[in-house]
């Protein structure tokens, strides 16, 4: 043993009782002040996410702005209308990959975004639910009355890209399934699929209602992803949400069942477009659309899938294939 | 405020409080998961920090690792695992002990360095077998200390226990991942605030029971 040392202070807590005190003080004050103010932070002020101006003109220079939706396939179908455009001699600014409805469609309000592929049903239930049955040719006639002043939609393209009852050919085989009908009495379904699919009118909801199905969904939120495939193939779940145009479906050999009684929305590609889209823009866009079959948009997924190409690279070889540049 | 308002009526509004999907099946599955995370990870890391700590061996690999370990992100990891392993709960789970392992180890290894090595030499020169040493002499001093790594590890699982929900499991991420894609913000805004107060709950009752365990008659040098 050392020859003893002055004893040192006994460690006490790493934080004293009064700097905690203090610490914690702050904490809540700091708390209080934030949760007092009643600005709503999941409000989006105009532009600030988009990084466009907030007069509703656009960049200063003038360029269309084009943007997409998260969605790899949503971005091809941009990039598409983005390249015409740009041929047509108009200059486009590229904001791809955005988010949700509730984050692009006050930028597209506000005059930030001038052009986004959307999807008929979808856009028209995120406005008004009420009036989001028919055909598409209904749905769009619709959008005409439900979409804010300044919007409106340009003729939809014959390609679809919506939710769907999939499964596996095994599965389809076994229980005779063709159609969503089918599945009525059939014990135990579940379907993997995003969260808000439950509550949506095409969901399990409507499955017992039109079909007298009874499913229960499995959240997987990756919006008809590997995923949600994966939980399909390995047999988790004996149905899957995985959109029309997903090339994985022909990959896996599964089966869409069918929908005669169309509670599955129709999701057909629709222009969604401001006022600064003038007629030779929109003449332009309706050259792409007047092409795009559910087959090319197919087609179009299965080079960025399988082939990983980018989105710029598929646009360009597709439009030239299809002769649409150099008019 | 008012969005802060909205949320907590969310939450206390009764219909949420019975039903399968009900608040208190939500909050015992989210617990249940983080028990099996921050357990298993005990398991592992517990007797291996332990052992680097007593033998005061192997501390610089074992770091290294834990500190990679760390900066693994675990979104990344349940998508990852949930590719392999399929949908359920074995994916978020295994990426949740990934998350546990280095709160865990740190506080194992550091346990049985906080003991003062004189005592530990004392025991030695009394005869005792190195496990005596271990079970005896260190494990009893440095339990607050492991005690503290598993509330860290416990407090960061439970924050991110949400994310089993990612994966078709159940958990208060079912509220947070709906309300988000619904746009439903006060719904997110309750899931995210029960979260919050159960990850301060387990922190309190963790230091309780850190405070608890120490040693008493422990001489503070």
């Known amino acids: 043993m050392t020859a003893s040392r002055t004893p040192r202070p006994s460690r006490g807590p790493a934080l004293g009782r009064r700097s905690f005190a203090a610490l914690a003080g702050t904490g809540l004050v700091a708390a209080g002040a934030a949760a007092c103010s009643n600005e709503d932070p999941l409000a989006k002020e105009s532009g600030s996410s988009s990084g466009g101006s907030s007069d509703g003109g656009g960049p200063a220079t003038g360029a269309l702005v084009i943007g997409s939706q998260q969605y790899y396939s949503n971005e091809i179908i941009a990039e598409l209308f983005a390249q015409v455009l740009e041929d047509s001699g108009a200059s486009v600014e590229r904001q791809y990959q955005i988010g949700q409805r509730d984050v692009y469609m006050p930028e597209l309000e506000s005059g930030a975004i001038d052009l986004l592929p959307e999807y008929l049903g979808n856009l028209l239930q995120y406005l008004d639910e009420s009036a989001a049955t028919g055909t598409a040719d209904d749905l769009a006639i619709a959008l005409g009355e439900a979409l804010p002043d300044g919007l409106r939609v340009l003729p939809h393209a014959e390609a679809t890209d919506q939710d769907s009852y999939t499964t596996t050919k095994d599965f389809a085989s076994q229980n005779q399934l063709a159609a969503i009908g089918d599945l009525a009495g059939v014990e135990d379904l579940k379907i993997a699929a995003n969260p808000e699919f439950e509550e949506r009118p095409y969901g399990p909801q409507g499955a017992k209602s039109v079909y007298d199905a009874d499913i229960t969904v499995v959240p997987v939120s990756d919006s008809g992803g590997p995923l949600t495939l994966q939980a399909l193939l390995d047999g988790t779940t004996q149905l899957a949400d995985i959109y029309t145009a997903d090339p994985s479906i022909a990959e896996n050999d599964l089966v869409t069942l069918e929908d005669p009684e169309s509670m599955i929305l129709p999701q057909n590609v629709a222009p969604l477009v401001s006022e600064r889209i003038d007629e030779d823009a929109a003449a332009a866009i309706k050259t792409v659309t007047d092409v795009l079959t559910t087959e090319e948009l197919i087609a179009l997924n299965t080079k960025s899938v399988t082939d990983k190409q980018d989105s710029a690279t598929i646009a360009k070889a597709w439009l030239t294939e299809k002769g649409l540049l150099g008019s | ?221």
């Open chain 2, 1 to 221: 405020m008012t969005q802060l308002l909205e949320a907590l009526a969310w939450i206390a509004d009764p219909t949420r409080w019975s039903g399968p999907g009900s608040i208190p099946v939500r909050l015992l599955e989210h617990l249940w998961y983080t028990l099996l995370g921050v357990g298993i990870a005990a398991l592992v890391a517990i007797p291996v920090g332990l052992l680097v700590g007593h033998t005061r061996r192997g501390r610089g690999p074992v770091v290294a690792l834990s500190g990679a370990a760390r900066a693994l992100p675990t979104l990344g990891l349940v998508t990852l695992f949930g590719l392999w392993l399929g949908i359920g709960l074995t994916a978020p789970v295994l990426a949740f002990v990934i998350l546990a392992i280095p709160s865990l180890l740190a506080g194992a290894y550091s346990a049985c360095e906080a003991v003062d090595p004189r005592t530990v030499d004392a025991a030695r020169a009394q005869g005792m077998t190195e496990w005596q040493i271990l079970t005896r002499v260190e494990v009893p001093l440095g339990l607050p200390l492991l005690i503290g790594g598993v509330r860290l590890a416990a407090v960061q699982v439970v924050a991110t226990v949400m994310l089993a929900s990612y994966i078709g499991n159940g958990g208060l991420g079912r509220f947070i991942f709906l309300g988000l894609n619904l746009s439903d913000y006060p719904q997110m805004l309750g899931g995210s605030i029960l979260v919050v107060a159960l990850a301060l709950v387990i922190d309190l009752a963790l230091r309780l029971v850190e405070r608890l365990t120490a040693p008493r008659g422990a001489a503070r040098t």
